[in-house]
């Protein structure tokens, strides 16, 4: 579950997970992803100062009494600070940041949404498309970092740019644009994937 970005003409080219695979990793407590460099600290019980940058730029603060503690030796850890506890898995050559939450069920999802269990099914078998106010409705409902908000407003903004791509109204097009302001970086997304060729 990573988020790749590369620049092109000034614009940031974001390849974006499927909403499917986004709301699996939102219902198991999925925060971010980090380098695999950070390993070495964690195996000695340590959060340096690079993590912690990570974590603060993430939108997760990590105060200066949290925690390490080993739960796999070598592959997984857990974060504890105060009330906040991460789990913290190596996945290939990536680490896995993730809430230490229990997997929400489809109809808890629903319910944060403000949605019926059967549309997170339609999400998830690719029959309906995350909108703007799906997504407003996930952020406002839980705990999720500053990055994985944009991730999720990324996705929404890229399902409903497919929604309107056989029409190509360029006044549906400025709607959407609208959806998105707080987001610059999803906005300039939408304005490079909506250029006139």
Not at 51 to 57: A, I, K, Q, S
Not at 73 to 93: A, F, T
Not at 131 to 149: C, G, T
Request: hydrophobic share 40%; proline share 2%; net charge positive.
């Amino acid at each position: 579950m990573v988020f790749r970005k590369r620049w092109y003409n000034g614009i940031e080219k974001v390849e974006i997970m499927e909403t499917t695979e986004l709301l699996d990793g939102i219902r198991r407590g999925f925060l971010f992803d980090v380098d695999r460099r950070h390993r070495r600290g964690l195996c000695e019980s340590r959060i340096t100062d690079d993590l912690r940058d990570v974590f603060l730029e993430k939108g997760c603060l990590l105060s200066e009494w949290a925690s390490v503690e080993s739960v796999t030796k070598g592959k997984e850890w857990r974060i504890l600070d105060g009330e906040h506890r991460y789990i913290v898995i190596q996945v290939r050559d990536l680490i896995r940041v993730s809430q230490d939450v229990p997997t929400m069920t489809r109809s808890e999802l629903a319910r944060k949404l403000g949605k019926t269990p059967g549309a997170i099914t339609g999400l998830q078998n690719g029959r309906l498309l995350l909108s703007k106010e799906m997504a407003d409705a996930l952020i406002r409902n839980m705990w999720v970092s500053d990055w994985l908000a944009e991730q999720i407003m990324f996705a929404a903004a890229r399902d409903e740019l497919k929604a309107i791509e056989s029409r190509r109204d360029r006044a549906l097009s400025i709607m959407v644009r609208r959806k998105y302001l707080g987001y610059p970086n999803v906005l300039k997304w939408i304005i490079e994937e909506t250029k006139e060729d």
